[in-house]
């Protein structure tokens, strides 16, 4: 069976993802320096076909060896959003471009290249985007990524996932993801102020892209040397028809549209999975199915003021 290894894969997509692919019996090795001091694999250490290694991905030595050792590289690695990277910009570079570049020096043709992106780098766009539509990264966050995307398919070996919005529960949880932050306040605070609520994003669930992840292993050789976008296609909405879904499962949420304030993230764009769909993938949650279950995990999570699980 085939090794994977996963850098960052203790963080809230890696974590799922290692589930998944212990459950399909591949071994998977982890490396993740804890950054968040989060414990999220530590219960797969009774599979036999699991590892973790301790380490920071800009240790090159580090990372060649492993690199050498596995068939599937998934460098999950990475300081994600806005913001975070905003606070941190030479680390922002070093892991979320230079390590995935690395990585395409050190591999052979013989080994697999996954690497995420997000579709946050198509910026805001009145026509419907696919993969074919221009890059307007908005953000060092969406910069890093277009860069690690363009050296991965520049190498001629690898696979590019473009991630729409992600929403779900994880053992490394993130409850600064834009619907967990609305479910989370809807049930907490039972209001939600909305900026530029006619801005329009395309999401999916955590499950679905690490099964995406999956999918691309087990098709590889008709899938690479390209990229896809990943979200649910029914799924494109503004905020506040993602709002009013919500509504149906907190009926006393009140939603207030407030247009004296610019929303710091200013990407708006409808999304088409189509390419990804012809491959043969289907997901298997809705949005609706995600919100049902934050409402129930956040009866688990109540710590949300003090940076337990987010980001920033």
Known sequence: MKKVLITGGAGYLGSVLTEVLLNKGYQVTILDNLIYKQTSVAPFSFNKNFKFVFGDVRNTALLKDLVQQHDVIIPLAAIVGMPACKAQPQATIDINYKQVKNITEI????????????????????????????????????ETKCDAEKAVLDSGNGIALRLATVFGM????????????????????????????HFIRNYIHVRDIANTFLFMIENYDKCNNNAFNVGLTEANCTKLELAQTIQKYVPDLVIVENNFK???????YMVSN????SKGWKPEFSLEDGIQELIMGYQLIRKFKDKD????
Not at 112 to 141: A, H, V, W
Not at 176 to 185: G, I, P, S, T
Not at 262 to 268: I, Y
Not at 274 to 277: C, G, P, V, Y
């Open 107 to 142: 591999a052979t043709k013989d080994q697999m290249i996954l690497i995420p992106n997000t579709n946050s780098q198509y910026g805001s766009s009145t026509e419907i985007i696919t993969e074919d539509s221009p890059f307007k990264p908005l953000s060092l966050y969406a």
């Open 170 to 197: 994880s053992y490394r949880m993130r409850m600064d993801l834009l619907v967990q932050d609305f479910v989370y306040k809807a049930i907490t605070d039972g209001y939600l102020v909305l900026f530029e609520s």
């Open 262 to 268: 610019q929303d710091f993230d200013q990407r708006n």
């Open 274 to 277: 189509a390419k990804l769909e």
């Open 309 to 312: 699980f987010t980001n920033l």
